[in-house]
């Protein structure tokens, strides 16, 4: 239980061009998804927090027009990078928080999604 | 941003040797968890402890969640060459769920 996948696993793209990564609770319903950055070497970065229905909360220094999050579903968040630069190439992971109808803290990671902008 | 100290940041060992990583925090958590990453992969969910002065064990693994919510261990007993990965440490904000990370640690156990 507890699945999380991400779509696409790795992207090559164009310096310029917008890419799309999906993120998805497959048993279990997520009040909220996170989305993390992860550069070799290091621990994981957070950049926004996405409740379903609402806009996304983004970390300080986290650019909102570069970064556009959509929580359409209690099961799909999705991070679309416009305008990708090579500076944006990067380890990029999502995680979950199920909906448990109490608290829970507790978050399920994707896979991750490897970008690289060319 | 609540921070969390992890020591060490490397740890290399024989297999069958003893090991502990430690998390560190001036702050309280309303809970502590521990993931391991592979190489290219995403953290996978090791434990999650919430009550002061809780001890969860996980076959060789025991985690220990410190009576202030503020720090823990990870202790493995006779590692395996299986235990090889980035041990990291996320601690939860009472009010936003939020996790801080901590650096990670990287175990390698030789075989």
Redesign the interface.
């Known amino acids: 239980g507890?699945v999380?996948s991400?779509h696409p696993s790795w992207v090559i793209c164009k310096s310029g061009t917008s890419v799309k990564i999906e993120c998805r609770s497959l048993d279990f319903q997520a009040t909220?998804m996170?989305w993390y950055r992860q550069f070799p070497k290091?621990?994981?970065m957070?950049m926004a927090?996405s409740n379903e229905g609402s806009k996304a909360t983004y970390e300080q220094g986290v650019e909102k027009d570069k970064f556009l999050i959509n929580h359409a579903s209690l099961t799909l968040s999705t991070l679309t990078v416009t305008s990708a630069h090579p500076e944006d190439s990067s380890?990029y992971?999502c995680?979950a928080?199920p909906w448990t109808g109490g608290?829970t803290?507790?978050?399920?990671?994707?896979?991750?999604t490897?970008l690289t902008v060319l | 941003t609540q921070l969390l100290e992890q020591s060490p940041q490397f740890l290399s060992i024989q297999e069958g040797e003893n090991l502990t990583v430690y998390c560190n925090s001036s702050s309280v958590f309303s809970s502590l968890q521990w993931y391991r990453q592979e190489p290219g992969e995403g953290p996978v969910l090791l434990v999650t402890v919430v009550t002061g002065g809780e001890v969860k064990k996980l076959k060789r693994l025991t985690f220990q969640f410190g009576d202030a919510r503020k720090d823990s261990s990870l202790h493995i007993t006779a590692a395996q060459p299986g235990d090889t990965g980035l041990y990291l440490c996320a601690g939860a904000s009472s009010n936003d769920y939020k996790l801080s990370f901590g650096a990670g640690t990287t175990v390698t156990v030789r075989a």
């Open positions: 507890a999380v991400q909220t996170f290091q621990s994981l957070l927090t380890f992971i995680s928080r608290r803290d507790t978050q399920y990671f994707g896979p991750g490897r």
